[in-house]
């Protein structure tokens, strides 16, 4: 098996342009001297840092640049948006659709954020695309039934070609922020069972291949484990991700 790792940070609407450009060059100092032939990094500013952030890093340089979401369409009279275009021409290659946050405080339903997706993919843009019961959901015994709809509702009409572009990420929300972590064993069973559910529809190749991240208060100190099981192909992090320092140490326990 031969999965890159990879691990983004979701800055969420933490740090200035400045401060972001400052993090964000910290970080990529931090990986001048690190062995990536088994992973990725990236960073997942706010939209407005973008630009600035590339300028300072380098486009094609060993930091991914990414954005938190983005519009189903590529313009219109939609106040206050961003477009998938902008995203790719600000020089984003990857975007978070479906983080719980933009699905609790933004009521994005699984019907919207299948059109964000393949918005998104319709730029070059690879998804990162966030799944996971809330507290409530697990505690009534729902938690599986609740991702695969996620899966089905999310994925419905994206082809096997398109799979290439997409992370899935599971976030049980009970653990976003918390501190409260899933086991490594917890979190096992639902990145198996996501590949199956993926192995179902596409196929072998594409379940093998498909980055499923573990987010939810991954942290320098419970990466290693989290990161060491078999179906856990990386991170998305989000407190640690504000510290150079946490996150290089989460790129190395990956
Ligand atoms: P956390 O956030 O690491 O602070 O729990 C993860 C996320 O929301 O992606």
Redesign the pocket.
């Known amino acids: 098996m031969t999965r890159k790792k990879i691990i983004a940070g979701?800055w969420?609407m933490f740090t200035t342009v400045s401060a972001g450009v400052a993090l964000a060059t910290e970080i990529n100092m931090g990986l001048q001297t690190r062995d990536l032939s088994n992973k990725k990094a990236i960073v997942i500013p706010p939209y407005t840092h973008i630009h600035a952030i590339i300028n300072a890093v380098g486009a094609n340089g060993n930091l991914g640049v990414g954005a938190q979401n983005c519009h189903q369409q590529k313009e219109g009279a939609y106040t206050g948006e961003i477009s998938p275009v902008t995203l790719k021409e600000m020089g984003a290659s990857y975007v978070i659709i479906g983080?719980?946050?933009r699905r609790q405080y933004f009521n994005e339903t699984e019907e919207l954020l299948n059109a964000k997706i393949k918005a998104a993919l319709a730029e070059g843009l690879t998804v990162i695309y966030?799944i996971g019961e809330t507290l409530s959901q697990r505690e009534s015994d729902t938690h599986f039934a609740v991702i695969e709809a996620q899966i089905k509702g999310g994925l419905e009409d994206i082809s096997t070609e398109e799979m290439n572009n997409i992370i899935l990420?599971y976030?049980p929300v009970w653990?976003?922020?918390?501190g409260k972590v899933a086991s490594p064993a917890q979190a096992q069973e639902i990145h198996q069972f996501i590949r199956g559910l993926i192995n179902a529809k596409y196929g072998n190749a594409v379940a093998k291949n498909i980055c499923i991240q573990y987010?939810?208060?991954?942290k320098p100190e419970n990466a290693a484990e989290l990161l060491s099981q078999p179906d856990i192909d990386g991170g998305?992090?989000?407190?640690?991700?504000l510290k150079a320092e946490q996150f290089l140490a989460i790129i190395d326990a990956a």
Do not use: D, V, Y
């Not at 653990?175 to 918390?178: E, N, P, Q, S």
């Not at 998305?236 to 991700?241: D, E, P, Q, R, T």
């Open positions: 979701n969420k983080h719980s946050e966030c990420a976030e653990a976003i922020g918390t987010g939810g208060s991954m998305l992090i989000g407190g640690a991700a």
